[in-house]
């Protein structure tokens, strides 16, 4: 991809494990997967994952298609060991790249994204919808995955597509929002 | 006749690119870079506009969009400032606020009666006789307003963004060039935003003698990468937390910037003489506009009125342009000779030395003027008749002061002080953060000006949190550049104060008179400073009025307040791109494959029926609720909220937010929930499922259910609880199976048993559903045998296909929301806020049930012991028409009527129902709730309905079907 372009990906819903209590932290350390130190931070893990630390006790970790990662944790869960909630978690992925990239943001968020750190998590809304962002570095370019509950997956795909297909961007491909997470390949 | 002048070094024009375009429906050729006004004027038309009440003949006033004389309008768009408005090729205008065209204008005769229209005398008119009203209000909606709506434009979308800088730059003139290069030359991130074309502000057209300024500035400026400059753009609003609009003419700019400073210059003030306002009588800053940026002639032969050395470099700029200037006519007394008055003497134009112009003589066309009447000055200031002197002309050029262009400082927060020296308001007192540079801080020499921009881009970087060295500041001019007192009274009057208003001095002399005499209050009563342009000309001198008549100085008297927006900002640009959210549950897809009618519910998108071919709304809603009284039926809940509550805590937590009690819920039971705020009324209903013993999963109404969630996390506070709240209601879809053969339905793809013994009424179960874990609670909301199945959203769709397989041979259907409205009234259910509002309590709603009193607390606990002990104002109650009922059916809220009173009104109703006639729900009066009582209930204005009071459920009152 050209490092002036735009380009949005739809990946569908791919697999997450939402866990909040006060076990979370060392369930996952048992499992050998370390936690971010801060709040509202992430660190990639082993199989092209990830896990973010949403709050003081909860976490999100979120797989791409190929791996089992997370359909292993989730079956270590039962039976749900002491101090751990699941949180069910049933949200769109997105990822927003290219060097142009922020001008998106700028038509449908109010926050600065010049000043977003890679790996940090950010929560607000676009375009009128509550949304996770992560910005993500890849070649040197920082790329922005979204998260948006799936039943506003439909109506912000179209919105941010439309205004990168205004910008000059490429749209990957739209899968049916229902059918199952897509390759990050 | 062509006023277009030979290339002028710096003209905007571009003489290789003529331009064609019609105005009033001629055609007329310009070049590219002409604004309409410019254009027109160098066509050789003098009347470009009529005054907004006498349709006086206008023509250019400032150039620079401070004026509305020129307003035009095409086939899409109404109320363009030709000032400021670009021609382009193919363009056809016309100029708004006439009656058949600017030539043939049939409300000039306004003029005339002008004597019947004083300064407010449509609060005293138009009120008698009472049977004129409508002739009169018609009269109105034709004269009033400007332009026209163009209903079947569509206007091009206007962007909006967000935007973020260290520090916004408000001028890109000397001033604000310099502030912006000092600042980014430190780091910071700067907006330099210009509402002309190009960048250079005064430098442009007046300042010519230094060439090496402009170009300096906008090299270096160029040069940063962290300097933007945006042309064309005003800042429109300056809002709290340093929150700009910035508009152009594609999109808003929302800008949040850390510092603002504002370098926007000053801008020129009218003269108050009769015929002020006619064609040819323009500011000496227009007439330079006009001969610099445009390359176009102002008029033949000039008088140049003046109160400062601007009025005379304006002299020599009309004489080098071959403008015979006819004399200069200082309203100061005779003083000592500057170098450029000195510099206009030796080109052997006359000075007239504490002198005004009394009157511009109109032309004997009548679009124009012919000459001025200039008088000596009395030692009150005031003309001395005597020495009238008349000079031939056709332009006054008027160059007797200045106002800060101060819009956004006084948004801001800035205090202004008048300068009794610089005879100007001036800013006192700074806002954190807002800096003010160049001439609207008072400074006017070119050299000061750039200097006063740099230290003030230093001092704004210094605010900034850099550790850096910032200089002293420049001191305010000492030489006055605006007269005191620059308006003169005439009795043929014609002497306007507010251009835009068609207000004259009489008129705020008699405001006045009547007891308006403040200026807040004369602004009101007389409308100056309330149009287009916004008192940018007439606020200065309506102040000078106003202090004159009260005895008072002009910090006394005070100024009215500014508010957005500068200029005029286009609804479209406003509007901009609109976000409207929807949210499709995980089963949309196949709703609108089967032939669902959509409808809007909330953010959410639900099927309200499934369409048949041939079959009517009513008929399909009916078709649906019977086969669930019937067979089968299946509905898509998912925009149900559904919210986890888990914790130590949990069950406490429920027990103080719901009336009802949930500390000793078995695991595996569900409850009826219901919630009231701390005033008794009833805010929220669902059900309460308890899945282990600190893990609760509770749904609430799709309305009110977020608002709800968020109460429910502002008590987890309050109430210090350690509780776990998780909203989860995109996460988790919903699907309803409901009728005498949900049970088997199920049973074909749960893997446990269901059976009525194993899966009891009001009990809820995990289980595996089509192989998606599930959970599954039995329910009775319609009234009949019936299954909520709870899956995560992203598998709910194969659930739905799943029991759409399962439920083939049974006959199963989906069915809408209709359909379940209808269902649930015949069951005498209730829905929180549409059987209820916001001011109903459970004892009124028959809700008593779910209240539990004795608990130690809960939220409403208090307020509802008040209400137990009042008599009720009310109660909910079933109604049901005679069975064949033919008449009309009174709509929702439609009220009941007792002996000529209001006693209640309807909530729910449904004319076709699976029970035999019409039945609703309605509020009555008490002494009429009893059963078998009559009530009249209106279906409108003229008819009538009658029902009776009937017991609850209308459908099963023993309660078999469900349990």
Redesign the interface.
Known sequence: MSRTTIQINHFG?LPRLGL??PGVARWLGVQSITTPSDILSAVPIAGDAWIARLAAVEYLIEGNTDSDLVSDLRGRLSPLPSGI?L?????VTFLLAGSNARSV????????F?LAQPQRLVFSRV???SCGILPEVTNGLINYRMWV????A???WE?LAGIVTELGGMIHPQT?T?S?PHSLS | MSRRLPPQPGEWIQRDKAVEFRFEGREYTGFQGDVLSSALWANGINVLGRSFKYHRPRGIYSLAGHDANVVVEDRLRSNLRGDVLPIRGGMDLRAVNTGGGLAGDRYRIMEWLSPFLPVGFYYKAFHTPRRFFRFYEGLMRRAAGLGRIHVGARADMSRKDYAFCDLLVVGAGPSGLSAAIAAAEMGATVLLVDDQPRPGGSLCWQHLDAPESRSDLLEKACALPNLEIRSNTQAAGWYADQWVALVDDRRLTKLRTRATLVASGCIEQPAVFHNNDLPGVMLASAAQRLMKLYSVKPCDRAVVLTANDDGYLAALDLADAGVVVAAVVDLRPAQSCTPVAAEVAAHGIEILKGQAVYEAVVSRSKNGIAAAVVCCLDQNGQPRLSSARRILCDGIAVSVGWAPNASILAQAGTRFRYDSQLQQLAPHDLPRGVFAAGRVNGIFALEERIADGRQAGLAAVAFLGHQIEVPASVPRSRTAHSHAYPIFDHPHKKNFVDLDEDLQLVDLLNAHQEGYDSIELIKRYSTVGMGPSQGKLSNMNAVRVVARLNGQSLDQTGMTTARPFYQPVSIANLAGRRFHPYRLTPMDGWHRQAGAVMVPVGTWFRPEYYATKEKSRADCVLEEAREVRRGVGLIDISTLCKFEVAGPDAARFLEQIYTGRFARQNIGRMRYALACDEMGYVTEEGVVARLAEDRFYVTASTAGGEAFYREMQRWAIVFHMNVVLSNVTAHMAAINVAGPRARGVLAEIAEVDIGATEFPFAHVRDMVVAGVAAIVMRVGFVGELSYEIHVPADKAAGVWDALILAGRNSGIRPFGTEAQRLLRLEKGHLIAGHDTDPLTTPFEAQLDWAVDMNKSFFIGQRSLRIHAGRPLERRLVGIAFAYGYLGELPEECRLIVNRGQIAGRVTSIAGRTTVGGPIGLAFVRPDLAEPGTSLCIRVDAREMSEAQVVRLPFYDPDNTRQT
């Open positions: 819903v909040k209590g909630l949180i069910p978690r049933c949200d943001f700028a038509q449908t968020c109010g926050i600065d010049r375009a009128g919808v509950e799936l039943s506003y439909a109506y912000l919105t049916d229902c199952g």
